[in-house]
């Protein structure tokens, strides 16, 4: 091998042999549609796990490519179920994903009220990423930015074992609503929907928190990953 380098070398100046070398080097990155990587944490796992095709229930889904943790997911044939409490973003998943997904709108709580009340920030952008049911997390982002402004209006109330009992088993929860993920997740039942991998916003810090971690570990899931502010606990 080394004798051929040379040889190369010879015939081809060193610095195409060097953008060769580099254009090759493509092959081994990975395009990340998620905030932090998560995607690809998450189709690691999927492929340890040998589960290539499933379904997976996306809480707060947001945006279909835009920091999406469920984007690859759905480009690899999995077909799912994207709740967000915007309608008029429900809309562009329906038309980036098609009939492989199911939409719900409105806000998940661990509440049974037919109504929950939101806070909706103002902007010129329809995508907002801070949109909450949490009081404390819309003041702290107003805040945060003195420019930005909320809303308060009502709108649907789904309970979290209602949603589960509705989409039934899956591979994949994902979970960003703001500031409630551990709220609403840990009156659930897991059981329902039975996950082989979560991926679960906590804002508390870098590390979760030790009741996030007590919570799942009660439930035989294993953390696996930290990305940012999402942790991500899995089944061995």
């Known amino acids: 091998m080394k004798i051929l380098i040379k040889i190369f070398h010879l015939i081809f100046?060193?610095?195409?042999?060097?953008?060769i070398c580099f254009l090759i080097g493509y092959k081994y990155f990975k395009v990340s549609f998620s905030q932090s990587g998560e995607d690809l944490i998450l189709l690691k796992y999927l492929k340890h796990k040998k589960i290539e095709r499933g379904k997976y229930l996306d809480i707060g889904a947001f945006h279909p490519?835009?920091?999406?943790?469920?984007?690859?997911l759905h480009k690899r044939g999995f077909t799912g179920y994207c709740i967000d409490l915007d309608e008029d973003r429900l809309k562009w998943?329906?038309?980036?994903?098609?009939?492989?997904?199911k939409t719900i709108s409105g806000a998940v709580s661990n509440s049974n009220s037919k109504l929950i009340k939101?806070?909706?920030?103002?902007?010129?952008?329809?995508?907002?990423?801070?949109?909450?049911?949490?009081?404390?997390?819309?003041?702290?982002f107003k805040s945060k930015n003195s420019n930005i402004d909320y809303q308060?209006?009502?709108?649907?109330?789904?309970?979290?074992?209602?949603?589960?009992?509705k989409v039934g088993k899956i591979?994949?929860?994902?979970?960003?609503?703001?500031?409630?993920?551990?709220?609403v997740i840990k009156s659930s039942n897991l059981k329902?929907?039975?996950?082989?991998?979560?991926?679960?916003?906590?804002?508390s810090g870098y590390f979760p928190a030790?009741?996030?971690?007590?919570?799942?570990?009660?439930?035989q899931y294993h953390l696996i990953s930290i990305c940012g502010l999402t942790k991500i606990f899995a089944k061995k």
């Open 13 to 19: 100046p060193k610095i195409f042999f060097d953008f």
């Open 65 to 72: 490519r835009w920091a999406s943790n469920t984007h690859l």
């Open 93 to 101: 998943f329906r038309f980036a994903r098609g009939n492989k997904v």
């Open 118 to 140: 939101i806070y909706k920030f103002k902007r010129k952008s329809p995508f907002s990423l801070i949109d909450t049911t949490s009081l404390e997390h819309a003041k702290y």
């Open 152 to 165: 308060e209006t009502n709108i649907n109330n789904l309970n979290i074992n209602d949603i589960f009992i």
């Open 171 to 183: 591979n994949v929860l994902n979970i960003d609503i703001e500031g409630q993920d551990f709220e």
């Open 192 to 203: 329902i929907i039975d996950p082989e991998i979560i991926l679960i916003e906590d804002n």
């Open 210 to 219: 030790e009741d996030l971690k007590d919570f799942f570990s009660k439930n």
